[in-house]
């Protein structure tokens, strides 16, 4: 890959500081279409050697990262009963979002930002200081410091940090931020709101009424009719559970078939005269309604005779006494609106709300119609008159937990009003991200890694242990064609004569040969490729930003043509994604064609935040194998250990004798002197998926 480095340039040639170093980073960008949302934040770290966790089974306790994602500042900001938007034109509480659901969020279409449909990509929760935000409408935001909301000025922190020209964007007084405003809980389903939303629905699309009729030979009968009939299922469902819950059992059936580009339309009705009276009981109207009876109420009428598009909500009806109690309830909610006659002969009428998008939110979320279709936004520009003014901000006082969300666009909609994501990324890889992960990316490089290594290699308290590359972040990720910080690396662990080894997706590695070869004469070394797969779609799917696999393979047999003792890692090993015979013959053929001293099998483990980057993954590409991983990981990061064994048996059972000797993973070794590098003897790292 060549990337036009000539064109790096300094962000704004000033210095910057990044969340979490205290010393000041040099941000740089530059113009490739590789790195068009990448930025680079070159920092001098303050150490280098890093120890893996005690609770780790990683058959290593040392490794190096030269190269690490970096949060952007806003992490766990907001409560947990913070209400986001989600995709059905609904809320709920932060803390019940859940990784994989659909949400709304914001991307910028022309001169405007629009609201869009994204998915959730993880969550996170902390206990931190917590800030109460109060707008104009009344709203309040209970988040972080860091918290960053949209104002009609850009992103903006909740506190300032720093002074003068390092100052971050913060809120003051009198800011504006941006978003659907609108947001109120949605109502209580009570049987007052049953018989208000029956009400509605009913007296708009169901028929009902008794009347008598001739038999031939008999005596005249009466007859008891109710059907309700609609096209959206939705609010048929939500009416037949309310006269279940009240008393009356229905039975469904199909009215009439789809034709052409009319919608098929499903009914309802009893079985009884009993029924029939029951239901004209429920469906009276109250002599003084209560408040829950109006939201049910407008909520079925929406349902029945309501439409909402070309930014405009209408109710639309030709019974003046049912227009009557529609005005009524609007204005008992405190709603605005125009009352719009039309040339029928029947009287139709339509009454249509005023107030944009916020006053249309609010008749939304606060009646909650059954029908998704008609409550969605996408499309919509940002830009509403919504009285979302800051007003005051003041600490509380107090810690709280507080969640945080990442999600496809980069942003979310939460009380209203428009949140940033947490990006904060304990591991990221910047490798093979592949779950429809939209949002600018932040790459730490640690412009001093081979001379701050020289001086730990140095100390007397170094005890020589054994050093492992690639564990957390590819080492040979395509940015270190530029900053080159692997060869100093290498240097320096050859000058000590430390036993090390390397784990890596990319070929790059083989410029660093000589040096590697140096290593190996001095001490132990060894090399192992990460390959998940031969297959052509399962590699594009899961890893669409690291070379090829076969470009891989090239790389092993060239290290072992060369001296260096280089293996094959099949890490991740994902039941019915890369576990099949005929996935795996292939690739066992090719890295023994290719000379390889070592074949590993790894079971995937989730640990951390790529638990939920993973599930979301499999939401979005295979949602069939979604419940049996759920099933799987339900007690942690790893697989049950009868799944490990089945999987590692899959390279055990296809061990030819003349091929490389198959590995198994290893649990981690004792903390007394090095353990053996991957690739001889054991090997029980995982490939970084993402």
Known sequence: MFVRWDDLTLDGGQQRRLPGYRDE????????????????????????????????????RWTINPYRGCSHACTYCASGDTRVL????????????????EIYGTVRTG????????????????????????????????????????????WKHVIGTGSGRHQRPHLTPNSKLLGTGGCVAPPVVDDDYRRGYLRGVIRGDGHLGSYLYQRPRRATSEAHRFRLALADTEALTRARGYLTCLGVLTSEFALSAAAGN???????????????????????????????????????????????SLHTLRIANADPEMLAWVRACLARLGFDYAVEPRANRNGLTCIRLRGGLPERMRYLLGTDPAITRKRTIEGDALKTGARLRVVSIRPLGMT?????????????I????????????????????????????EIVVKVNAPELLRTELARRSWRHEHVALGTNTDPYQWVEGRYRL??????????????????????????????????????????CLSIPTLDEKAWRETEPHTPHPRARLEAVAELNRSGIAAGVLIAPLMPGIND??????????????????????????????????????????????????????????????????????????????????????????????????????????QGTLF
């Not at 989600?86 to 659901?101: K, N």
């Not at 002599?287 to 929406?302: D, E, K, M, Q, V």
């Open 262 to 308: 009319r919608r098929g339309m499903s009914a309802i009705r009893p079985q009884s005269r009993a029924s029939v009276e029951r239901v004209s009981e429920l469906i009276r109207w109250p002599i003084l309604p209560s408040l829950s009876w109006i939201r049910g109420f407008l909520a079925g009428i929406f349902d029945a005779e309501g439409s909402h």
């Open 25 to 60: 980073a040099t941000l740089r960008r530059f113009d490739a279409p590789e790195a068009l949302q990448t930025r680079f934040w070159e920092v001098r770290a303050r150490s280098i050697l890093n120890r893996v966790p005690e609770q780790s089974r990683m058959p290593f």
């Open 486 to 527: 692997m060869e100093g690396i290498w240097e320096a662990l050859r000058d000590a004569a430390n036993p090390c080894s390397v784990l890596t997706k990319s070929p790059l590695l083989l410029r660093d040969l000589r040096l590697m070869l140096q290593i190996a004469q001095r001490t132990s070394f060894t090399a």
């Open 580 to 685: 099949s015979a005929r996935q795996l013959e292939p690739l066992l053929a090719r890295a023994e064609a290719a000379g390889a001293t070592s074949v590993g099998g790894v079971a995937l483990h989730l640990r951390g935040e790529t638990r939920e980057v993973f599930m979301s993954w499999l939401a979005a590409k295979r949602p069939d194998l979604l419940k049996r991983y759920r099933e799987l990981y339900r007690r942690g990061a790893y697989a049950p250990r009868q799944e490990r064994e089945r999987l590692a048996q899959l390279v055990r059972r296809r061990e030819r004798p003349s091929g490389p000797r198959a590995v198994e993973p290893a649990p981690a070794p004792a903390r007394q002197g090095a353990p053996a590098a991957p690739g001889e003897g054991r090997i029980a790292r």
């Open 111 to 154: 001169a405007h930002r629009r609201f869009v449909v994204t998915r959730v990509l993880d969550k996170w929760s902390s206990i931190k200081p917590a800030f109460a935000v109060t707008l104009e409408d009344g709203t309040e935001l209970i988040t972080s410091e860091d918290h960053r909301f949209l104002t009609a000025r850009g």
């Open 414 to 441: 939460a009380n209203g009003v428009v949140s940033h994501n947490c990006f904060a990324r304990p591991t990221h890889t910047y490798l093979g991200f592949n779950a429809g992960r939209d949002f600018e990316r």
């Open 86 to 101: 989600l995709a059905d034109g609904r809320t709920r509480p932060l803390a019940d979002i859940e990784i994989g659901a």
């Open 400 to 412: 709280q937990r507080l969640y945080d969300l990442t999600t496809g666009t980069g942003d979310f």
